[in-house]
């Protein structure tokens, strides 16, 4: 069974960072591609970031590129995206999926496994 655990959320000035972590068991994800999205209240969910998990290839949202960072760490199975420079626009819940090709990496419909979600404010 497939689990991703979100965590690393919290409140954070403008101008902060944050690094948000999603443990992933239950599998192998060689040849997956881990994504981030977020969604803020009353907005669709939208595309942040996503990572191949095998050849470690990044993919970032405009509003976030030069901003936020996807790694990976193979041994503990483990994702992460480090977020700096903060901004009150960037506040939504972030979640972390799981796809099994690295097409469409944008697209939430694509995604078959999901974390529960971890909450990131930032206050101006």
Do not use: H
Request: charged letters at 15%; hydrophobic letters at 35%.
């Amino acid at each position: 069974q497939v689990q991703l655990v979100d965590s690393g959320g919290g409140l954070v000035q403008a101008g902060g960072s944050l690094r948000l972590s999603c443990a992933a068991s239950g599998r192998t994800f060689s040849g997956y591609a881990m994504g981030w999205f977020r969604q803020a209240p009353g907005k669709e969910r939208e595309f942040v970031a996503a990572i191949t998990w095998s050849g470690g290839i990044t993919y970032y949202a405009n509003s976030v590129k030069g901003r936020f960072t996807a790694s990976r760490d193979s041994a503990k199975n483990t994702v992460y995206l480090q977020m700096n420079s903060l901004k009150p626009e960037d506040t939504a819940v972030y979640y972390c999926a799981a796809k099994s090709t690295v097409v469409r990496i944008s697209a939430a419909y694509e995604y078959e496994y999901w974390g529960q979600g971890t909450q990131v404010t930032v206050s101006s």
